[in-house]
């Protein structure tokens, strides 16, 4: 058993920093009632911490390999836990949007060392069989977030869904000093700050634009100029990851095709699979009433599901080949998304959910424990690391974005359904609906009204979750094809050597095609 020791304690740190993207889901209609909040707001309470995990962690690799992945580790789950206790005390959302934020920061540091501590603990089959088991958790923790939360929230408070860290981060802390053994030798190099700033520039750009949409509509104009300074942003941190020696992200990695279907996989799998969660919630509690505890084990199927797969195949993915697996989970989580697309609709309630749901979590089962393993196989051995990070930029970063653009749908599904039921100021309902504010609406309603707005209430939410499972689900299918046509084996012409593979105009670096679609040893 002790073996699997250091294996537990990145799992822990794992499963507490991925479970904190989706736990406070179900907790988002007593933070908006507590708090006073937006609409705004709450997405920022999600986004903060999906987005600074998300733009920081190859940053913070590069700083773990000058300190030492092992020291980086726990230096992120101690500040961790300091911001978990911070947003458990938080007085207002400015505080708890801000104490999220550093919380995204503890998370990057653990995130960005997970693999490295990893690869020095085990070797062989026990490698392969320790990204499963992580791959288990990781899949896992984001699905049974809402459960926990609504737990906690129900059982105590919201604010306990950041407490409940505080002895968890103790526990990993004291594991990863008494068992972790970090192999690799420090490095000495550069750390890319320009390379990290203009990506967070980039990616928080894109994001604060499309939340400011959300809150403010479409023609305003403020909204359009952070949208547009994003590409511009990231066009500049291009042209600086090219010329410099040390780069955050080397861009030569992009012309290989492999590498780049694992990051539109990873991007796409967390937006579609797990994003909606944030919408479904507020749909279940602030429209149909469910408690805290009834909407999280609405997830339940989707983490048995997820997890049961995951740890399934583990001991199969030493040498196989990642395409059909991660293609076929995305294929599983796009129809997973249409079936609960098609299923809720008019009068439904929570049982709608569970097909889609199972499906998804089949589909993220497959594909979670493969990414980072598949990622480091597709590039030469020396950027297996910067490799890994970017695949977990891209899950958290395709999270980001996936609140601030299926709150966008919701909202404007739901103001048009609003206005065919004749409610005044349909975009303003709307945006207060997908801000949890559904019972505000009624108790201000006249009592002659209250009743037609009940139902215009339930119709908008309804279409604005049906819309939101159907362009995740649409956005998966899509992009599930595409990642099964790039991670497909290279066909290999005839050569006068058999044993030394072709070369291709499509592939300039054919004579390591074999090693990028397998998963290393």
């Not at 993220?364 to 051995?381: E, K, N, R, Y």
């Not at 207060?432 to 009743?451: D, S, T």
Request: net charge neutral; aromatic share 8%.
């Amino acid at each position: 058993m002790r073996k699997w020791l250091p294996l537990v304690t990145v799992c822990l740190g794992t499963f507490m920093l991925l479970i904190d993207v989706t736990i406070v889901n179900v907790a988002l209609p007593d933070m908006a009632t507590d708090l006073k909040t937006s609409f705004g707001s709450l997405q920022w309470v999600v986004d903060a911490y999906a987005l600074v995990l998300a733009a920081l962690v190859l940053g913070t690799g590069s700083i773990a390999d000058l300190v030492g992945h092992r020291r980086a580790y726990v230096a992120g789950l101690a500040l961790f836990a300091v911001a978990s206790l911070v947003c458990g005390l938080a007085p207002n959302s400015g505080a708890l949007v801000a104490a999220r934020a550093v919380q995204g920061l503890g998370a990057a540091a653990m995130f960005a060392t997970t693999f490295a501590l990893l690869n020095s603990n085990y070797t062989g089959r026990d490698r392969g069989t320790a990204y499963g088991l992580w791959g288990a958790t990781a899949g896992a923790s984001a699905a049974v977030g809402p459960i926990i939360g609504g737990l906690l929230t129900e059982g105590a408070s919201w604010r306990w869904i950041f407490f409940v860290n505080l002895p968890v981060s103790v526990i990993a802390i004291a594991l990863c000093l008494s068992v972790l053994t970090d192999t690799h030798d420090t490095v000495k190099s550069r750390v890319d700050v320009p390379g990290i700033v203009l990506f967070s520039a980039a990616a928080g750009a894109l994001t604060y634009g499309l939340i400011e949409a959300n809150e403010n509509g479409w023609s305003h104009v403020g909204s359009w100029g952070w949208i547009v300074a994003a590409p511009v942003l990231l066009a500049v941190f291009v042209a600086v990851e090219v010329r410099t020696k040390a780069p955050m992200l080397d861009m030569t990695l992009m012309r290989n095709r492999v590498f780049v279907g694992i990051l539109l996989a990873a991007l796409v799998v967390t937006l579609a699979a797990f994003a909606s969660f944030t919408y479904t919630s507020i749909w279940l509690q602030s429209v149909l009433g469910l408690s805290p505890i009834e909407a999280g084990l609405t997830g339940l199927p989707l983490s048995i599901a997820s997890f049961g797969v995951s740890a399934a195949i583990g001991r199969f993915l030493h040498g196989s080949r990642p395409g059909p697996i991660i293609g076929g989970g995305m294929l599983f989580i796009g129809v997973g998304g249409l079936v609960s697309g098609s299923l809720v609709h008019g009068g439904a309630s929570w049982p709608a959910l569970i097909p889609g749901f199972i499906l998804v979590g089949i589909g993220v089962g497959l594909a979670t424990p493969t990414f980072s393993s598949a990622a480091m196989g597709a590039v030469p051995p020396q950027r297996g690391g910067m490799a890994a990070g970017a695949v977990n930029t891209a899950r958290q970063l395709g999270f980001a974005l996936g609140i601030a653009a299926l709150g966008s749908v919701f909202a404007a599904r739901a103001a048009h359904v609003l206005s065919r039921h004749g409610v005044p100021s349909s975009d303003e309902v709307s945006r207060l609906l997908a801000g949890g504010q559904a019972k505000v609406l009624l108790a201000k309603a006249p009592p002659a009204f209250r009743g037609r707005l009940d139902e215009a209430l339930h119709a908008a939410s309804v279409q604005g979750v049906q819309w939101a499972f159907l362009v995740s689900g649409t956005a998966a299918v899509l992009a599930g094809l595409a990642v099964l046509v790039m991670l497909r084996p290279v066909e290999r012409a005839a050569t006068d050597d058999p044993t030394k593979p072709a070369t291709s105009p499509a592939s300039p670096d054919a004579d390591r095609d074999e090693f990028e679609t397998a998963t290393p040893t």
